[in-house]
């Protein structure tokens, strides 16, 4: 799709290597230019996926724009399609597809999402700090759409919803954005067909994909494939799942130093290994300068849920996913049993995988539903997708490598499972 003449009267054009030329409009420009939008352009979108794939370096600064930008695209279509979008809504998407990330930490999804050591990024409060008490307020009161934006961004009933989806649902512009951008910086061949963009609609005030066509479906379904393959390869990658946890485990020892939330709000992620290294506790020492010179900790047991069924994974995710001290006590366990740092044993229990983009509104020839409809009998074809997802789950004990077979057989012990890795 040709981004650049989607709306002509944009002044502000930038180059980039995924989407070519996007434009954008004076305020816009003004919520760019503020201090806390610079700083999503320290802040890694794949996290310390670059420890595995070199080129991607790429940020959320940059994902941020190409989020805007797909967000036109989607508006662009929609409005062809005979929706009447009046200019202030157009406006306001936009601009809250620019700033949808601006309250990301860095590495925050693995301490947010995985370690659970502080809230998600998205929710309410911590948005409405960033939209509130900072620059960017002031830019976004130059627009006149200061209270829309929040309100979209943060009200889950906020109305009309399409306004809301077409920034954050299932198949939404951030989707659009990282699916191709990730892809790119990763070095994977992988993209998908832009006639996706031709079939958004509006169906009883929801954003909804047209699937009468087979060959829509089709690629609905590429999409889905693609999420996948994008976790498989990068997200879930060993060596950037022990990097994440292990920068994960530092926060959490900074934690006893009394480091707060609120503490990396300002930070880009040089800055908060910075930052941990000036407690100059030698725990977070190792920790850091490990992942800084790519001496990561390695996988020393594994389990997943071929060896322990879905209610013993919910088991263990109840147990150790959302609790700091059990983590902790198992690690020092482990750690005592063959007499090495705490520090250096990492219990890794992420939440169960799901892949959201199944449940997109779709318009058939029966009208409006979704596209794994019924939930619990989905359409073998998506099916398969979900069980694929639902299988990258797994459950990791990291160690240094030279206690890698002694700590494998600690936890055989220990959780009573057979090594998956062996």
């Known amino acids: 799709m040709d981004i650049s003449t989607t709306h002509r009267e944009h002044k502000m054009i930038i180059r980039d290597p995924v989407h070519g030329d996007m434009s954008f ?41 190409g989020t805007t930008a797909m967000s036109r695209c989607v508006l662009d279509v929609l409005r062809r399609g005979g929706a009447q979008i009046e200019s202030e809504q157009a406006d306001a998407v936009a601009l809250a597809a620019l700033v949808h990330d601006i309250s990301h930490l860095p590495f925050g999804h693995t301490f947010e999402d995985e370690r659970k050591l502080f809230p998600r990024h998205d929710t309410a409060a911590r948005m409405k700090h960033f939209l509130t008490q900072t620059e960017i307020a002031q830019a976004l009161d130059a627009s006149g759409l200061r209270d829309t934006v929040i309100s979209l961004l943060t009200d889950k009933s906020f109305s009309p919803a399409w306004m809301q989806q077409i920034v954050s649902s299932t198949i939404d512009a951030d989707l659009l954005d990282y699916l191709r951008r990730d892809a790119y910086f990763a070095g994977l061949r ?60 530092a926060v959490e020892i900074a934690t006893e130093h009394g480091l707060a939330e609120t503490d990396l709000y300002t930070l880009t992620d040089d800055a908060l290994f910075r930052h941990l290294l000036g407690y100059q506790d030698p725990r977070i020492d190792r920790l850091i300068n490990g992942v800084c010179e790519r001496r990561l900790l390695k996988r020393a047991y594994m389990i997943s ?35 090495i740092n705490p520090d250096q044993v ?12 199944a449940r997109v509104r779709v318009v058939t020839q029966n009208g409006l539903s979704r596209l794994n409809d019924p939930p619990d009998n989905p359409p073998f074809d998506v099916k398969v997708v979900e069980d694929q997802y639902e299988r990258l789950w797994k459950f990791y004990i990291f160690a240094p490598e030279g206690y890698r077979e002694r700590v494998g057989k600690v ?12």
């Open 411 to 422: 936890c055989e012990r220990v959780f009573g499972e057979s090594n998956a890795l062996v």
């Open 190 to 249: 992988q993209d998908y067909d832009d006639r996706i963009f031709s079939t958004f609609m509006l169906a009883d005030e929801n954003l909804a994909i047209d699937v009468t066509r087979l060959s829509t479906r089709t690629e609905l379904l590429h999409l889905l494939r693609l999420r996948y393959f994008l976790t498989e390869r990068v997200y879930y990658h060993h060596a950037k799942v022990s990097s994440g946890a292990m920068i994960a485990k």
């Open 305 to 339: 849920t071929a060896e322990v069924g879905r209610r013993g994974r919910d088991e263990l995710i109840a147990t150790y996913n959302r609790s700091v001290e059990s983590r902790q006590q198992i690690e020092r366990q482990i750690a005592d049993a063959v007499t």
């Open 25 to 65: 409009n004076e305020s816009e420009r003004r919520v760019m230019d503020t201090r806390q939008m610079q700083r999503l352009r320290g802040v890694r979108q794949t996290g310390s996926a670059y420890l595995v794939y070199p080129g991607c370096v790429h940020t959320r600064f940059e994902h941020s724009l």
């Open 346 to 357: 990492i219990l890794y229990c992420p939440d169960i995988s799901a892949i959201k983009e």
